[in-house]
């Protein structure tokens, strides 16, 4: 039972939240067929899916390192749509906005698409480094279910729930990671509960089909409005219920916060996928390879506000912000397309970006 004191909060921030989730539906009515055109392109050798890659970010709040993040996508070969781009508020109502603008997109598809996928990440912290084929084929691996990237440390949610102490143990080797963890300050503030190999639910990154991912949103959505926690804490309350899986190995992505050094950038010389076509293997790429699960991560998830730093240190490192390599990514920049959900526009990179402000 919530106490006094929560019941309070809970009243006076019923009517913003309702205010909050009144807006996208708003901006999203005009748009509403118009999706079909957004989608990445897939693969013939899969069931055909479209794939629709969202990124929640505000004009406000785009910078840098939102367009590290958009170049990611482009380069790659995605076509990404643009979430929540006109609103305005503090980190904590951008945060809420995040689900309430993934949760009304997918209501805004026309019905029909049920197997199409939904892949959302957090605008400005993640790269990605492998296309939208690579992406499908492995999420196929694990059904049509919500996959959501993992996390060493369990937050919010505190030390004792079940959430973060009875979810399942990962399957991925005890020694894989080594054992130089420790528990930093972040770490200790929630009880200390941060283990060597992930098990908690990070939602900076986040895949499934329309149909699995609208019955999960539609509940995160209704229990966002209750609790005091981001969504990452019902994320890990869906997975104590067995909800969401999680992609341990980081074969899809990998929340490097705690684990930094398992990240190794070398050159690769045999393509990780057959239906790679798009990133050029015969050059020998420079791409990031997890020394820990022996896995070549999709995304990348910068996750520590203090890792920033590991951003800069890794710009220039990987193939797709090299000179050597700038023939092929600059002109995969240049034909790129994002649409702005709210308006359903079409931009392009160099519109809002600019190469040479990027160091
Ligand atoms: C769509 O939105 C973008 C960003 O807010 C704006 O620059 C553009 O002019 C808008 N286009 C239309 C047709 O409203």
Redesign the pocket.
Known sequence: MPNLHNRKLYWLTLPLVLLLFSLPSAWYHRDRLRYNYFASPTTSTLPTRRLFHLLPAN?AGAGAFFCKALMSSLVHGYSPIILN??AQGDSSYMQRLKVAGVYEFLNSLPSGNDDDVVFMMDAWDVWLQFPPQTLLERYAEYGSDVVIGADMLCWPNEADEPACRDVPESPVPENAYGDSLSCDAECMAHGGLLSTRPRWANSGTIIGTVKSMKSVYKDLTEQLSEWAYTDQGIFNEFLHQGRIKLDYYSRLFWANAHNADAGVIINARYPVSTTDTVVPYHLLPPLLYHSGTGEYPVAIHFNARFHKNLMNDWWGRLWWTQPEFRSIWQERLDRGTVH?A????T?QWKDFCDLSELA
């Open positions: 004009k781009w006109e702005f709210h308006n359903g526009t931009f």
